[in-house]
């Protein structure tokens, strides 16, 4: 289900790393996020309320800098 909140997430199991782009544009990668984290993300009906409840504030991040929607848009 798209997500008014996260634009595109992708999960890394062998790095358990959970990278995120948000509709704002700010990318950010969030490690050491067990497997089955990401899976119910993956089926979660809310996406961006998973994302808060489970995975903001609970893993280590580092920001990756801004991307600029339009590019993406026209992928």
């Known amino acids: 289900m798209p997500s008014s909140v996260i ?4 999960y890394d199991e062998t790095a358990r790393r ?3 782009l ?3 544009g700010k990318r950010y990668s969030y490690y050491e996020v067990p497997p089955e984290v990401a899976a119910a993300m993956r089926v979660a009906a809310s996406k961006g309320s998973y994302f ?3 995975i903001r504030d609970h893993f280590a991040f580092s920001r990756r800098g801004a ?3 339009d590019d993406i848009a026209a992928e």
Do not use: H
Request: charged share 30%; glycine share 0%; proline share 0%.
């Open 52 to 54: 808060n409840e489970n």
């Open 22 to 24: 948000f509709v704002s």
């Open 18 to 20: 959970l990278d995120l």
């Open 67 to 69: 991307t600029n929607i």
């Open 7 to 10: 634009r595109r997430w992708d």
